[in-house]
């Protein structure tokens, strides 16, 4: 007796399998088309290291780019121009900023009083009928029932008003502030209140008063705390009193300034870092040996990789080559203390062997203090050429951006190449099923005729 199956869904032919014959047509189907298929597997494989590859040199090329942009930074003249600077000894006392240029040299100043606006304290009671509130000048009006609040919002929101409210308490009371310190005399925030709603606190009006200071000696007032004539070019800001003393404000000859050029080139020295371990990273990738996914099949895709090995030594000769025809001992980023360091005792770090770069902060700031106009140059001339020699991989035209435009061709080339042999993969299938269907159709009439013919055969022997 033959065996066989059944098989069928809502969107397919209803498959017969094995019902005459006997055998597992479906899985005949299957060995075949498994062996058919394997070229598609491997077209496949082969596009999803491609791609994995693809996507690897896109972040090499993005890192270049962060690079470039880095060593562009230097080619700014203003980066090693000389500025003033000036400071403080008790910086939350009392700042101080240029402005313009200033006289060079330490000045003592001593801080007595601190400016401050005038002020004045108002009981407040809420009118039972409009009522009209007169501040030197300005009209505010309010409606039976208003609140301290209420009137505190109409002062604040008058672009022409001169003081501000501000209120105290379960709104019973409100005390308005000139809006400019400086000294006032006895006459100032006039208030005019017919209906009551506001009643003076006696004892709490405050006129407002000056700053006032001492520079080396020299007495000074201000109506601000912001003061810009104690020391010509420079720009000082008091927020206490000198109590323990009279602060120093320094101020220095013009120099670059040594921070921004240190910021700077830190950031540079991390940017070629990351892109020095990310590139050493593909190289030194090997390839699985059984990979089983998309991501495995790319693994080690740029291992040894001759133009990666190339863009690494073009920045290692791009970073130290010396710039023809600057004095020696100023010619190259190494006399700004930039190098790949060394380990103690003579021996050298990993990093170093890697090539990675560290920034002597001291050897720098010798440098930029004796000569930053050499430095300048140097590092201006060394940016184009550094951003130059980067540019040839990852800029556009530029190496990386021919080998990834190749390979994206490749890729649409293979994935039209994995979807036409799909498709004629799906064509052999109905093609394998529709041959094995009509040979077991063939075999189970040829079946039913020869049960026909022994039953009749047995019949005629049975009558004879």
């Known amino acids: ?50 791609s994995g ?33 000036a400071s403080s000894s008790e910086p939350a006392r009392v700042s101080a900023t240029i402005t313009g240029g200033a006289g060079i040299g330490g000045y003592q100043l001593e801080v007595t009083q601190l400016a401050n606006s005038a002020q004045r304290t108002f009981a407040f009671a809420s009118p039972a009928g409009e009522d009209t509130v007169t501040i030197d000048g300005r009209e505010y009006t ?55 709603a506001l009643t003076e606190k006696a004892g709490t009006a405050k006129e407002g008063k000056n700053a006032e200071y001492k520079i080396d000696g ?20 008091f927020s206490a009193l000198t109590t323990a003393g009279a602060v120093t404000i320094a101020v220095q000859p013009p120099a670059p300034n040594l921070k921004t050029i240190e910021a700077k080139l830190e950031a540079f020295v991390n940017a070629y870092n990351k892109t020095v371990e990310e590139v050493q990273k593909q190289l030194t990738t090997k390839p699985l040996e ?22 690494l030594t073009q920045m290692r000769q791009a970073m130290y080559e010396a710039i023809k025809g600057l004095p020696e001992g100023m010619a190259s980023p190494l006399d700004l203390g930039i190098s790949t360091g060394a380990g103690s005792g003579g021996t050298s770090s990993q990093s170093s062997i890697s090539g990675l770069l560290k920034l002597n902060t001291s050897t720098l700031a010798k440098a930029i203090a004796e000569h930053s106009s050499e430095a ?32 994206e061709a490749q890729l ?34 040829n079946t039913a005729q020869s049960s026909w013919l022994t039953s ?3 019949q005629l022997e049975a009558k004879g």
Not at 162 to 184: H, N, P
Request: hydrophobic residues 35%; charged residues 20%; proline residues 2%.
């Open 1 to 50: 007796m033959s065996t066989g199956s059944v098989s069928g869904s809502g969107t397919s032919p209803i498959s017969v399998t094995g019902l005459a014959s006997g055998l597992d047509t479906s899985a005949i189907i299957k060995a075949l088309l498994e062996a058919e298929r394997q070229p598609i597997t491997r077209l496949g494989n082969q596009e999803e290291k491609l």
């Open 53 to 85: 590859q693809q996507s690897q040199l896109q972040a090499i090329k993005s890192s270049l780019i962060s690079l470039s942009f880095a060593a562009e930074e230097f080619a700014l003249p203003s980066l090693f121009e000389g500025v003033q600077t």
């Open 142 to 196: 309010l409606k039976a029932g208003a609140t301290a609040k209420d009137l505190a919002s109409k002062i604040n929101g008058d672009s022409k008003g001169t003081v501000y409210a501000a209120v105290e308490g379960k709104e019973e009371t409100i005390v308005l502030s000139s809006r400019t310190t400086g000294a006032t005399g006895p006459e100032f925030i006039k208030v005019a209140d017919p209906g009551g």
């Open 218 to 237: 020299v007495e000074g007032s201000s109506a601000s705390n912001t003061v810009t004539e104690a020391i010509a070019g420079v720009s000082l800001t």
């Open 290 to 311: 059984h990979p089983a996914s998309a991501s495995e099949l790319s693994t080690g895709s740029l291992f040894g990789d001759n133009e990666l090995t190339g863009i």
């Open 376 to 407: 300048g140059t140097m590092m201006q001339q060394w940016s184009l050429s550094f951003s130059k020699a980067v540019h040839k991989a990852s800029g556009a035209g530029g190496s990386l951006e021919t080998r990834i435009n190749g390979e």
């Open 412 to 445: 649409r080339e293979m994935r039209l190449r994995v979807s036409t042999m799909s498709q004629m993969l799906l064509v052999r299938q109905k093609a394998l099923e529709q041959t094995y269907a009509q040979l077991e159709s063939i075999i189970s009439r």
């Open 456 to 458: 009749q055969t047995k």
